[in-house]
């Protein structure tokens, strides 16, 4: 039990690797804050986790709102009196390039990509430092190491919380709180489930699969057995760090799709 009696937020945690780390934490011990934008998504995690005989709670969030994040941290530290962990992990995709991305696209995906991160550090960093530490995972991208075709916005949102997470750690080094964010590859998720539903679903996945060494999409509990070991004690001696997951992309590099995914 690598987190026993350990309060956790998860964001995103109603899908997807979100979904994986909450599960995946409250069998380690944790009693988990699955928030989530969708409260019945979030809502479908807790339950599941409670009825495996875990321990968590759903908390509806928009990561972009400070209310709605401050909200967060104030009512799970009133409940629980402390919080241990902190993952943040919503976030998403949209195609384009510079030049055909949307302001109003742009403006949006890094207020959850980016702004999420920032919002959730600002208001959970100081309950931790005054409880004497904690741990901080982020979600960044194996995208912002090499970057991707017709994706300028996410690769630079996920750059940003790379870069934001080294910065953090140095920042709260002497408060106790390690800081730290994973840099997952392609991820089979609800995301590229749909992508790939279209009829040219079996193309796009040879291509998704392909560019990655080991010719396959990871699976959402891969990423979480990331975060459980950043979060928990074993890492101990880590802090700055981002961790590659990506079954191999950033040291194959890019391969071009035949088509856009």
């Keep these: 039990m690598k987190l026993a009696g350990r309060i956790a937020i998860i964001t995103g945690g109603g899908s997807g690797i979100g979904h994986a780390a909450c599960k995946l934490f409250a069998q380690e011990g944790a009693t988990v804050i699955v928030a989530d ?9 807790a339950k599941e986790i409670v009825a495996a005989g875990g321990k968590a709670e759903p908390f509806a969030v928009d990561v972009s709102k400070e209310s709605d994040v401050k909200a967060m941290v104030e009512k799970t530290v009133a409940a629980h009196g402390r919080i241990d962990i902190l993952v943040n992990n919503a976030g998403y995709g949209i195609a384009g390039t510079v030049v055909s991305t949307l302001e109003a696209d742009w403006d949006a ?14 208001h959970v960093i100081p309950v931790m430092a005054k409880q004497g530490g904690g741990a901080i995972v982020s979600t960044a991208s194996a995208a912002a190491n090499i970057g991707i075709h017709d994706r300028a916005a996410y690769v630079a949102s996920k750059g940003a919380v ?9 920042d709260h080094v002497a408060d106790g709180i ?18 790939l539903s279209g009829p040219d679903g079996a193309e796009l ?5 392909d560019r990655q060494a080991m010719e396959r999409l990871g699976q959402p509990v891969e990423i979480a057995q990331a975060m459980l070991w950043l979060a928990s004690d074993d890492a101990s001696f880590c802090t700055g760090s981002v961790m590659v997951v990506d079954g191999g992309w950033t ?10 995914a």
């Design 162 to 170: 790379a870069a934001l997470t080294r910065a953090m750690a140095i």
């Design 178 to 195: 390690r800081i730290n964010a994973v840099a997952p590859g392609t991820i089979e998720s609800p995301y590229f489930t749909k992508i």
């Design 205 to 209: 996945r040879r291509g998704l699969e």
């Design 251 to 260: 040291a194959r590099g890019d391969r071009k799709l035949q088509k856009k």
């Design 37 to 45: 934008r969708n409260l019945a998504a979030a809502e479908s995690v």
């Design 109 to 122: 995906l890094m207020a959850v990509n980016v702004k999420g991160v920032y919002l959730g550090c600002k």
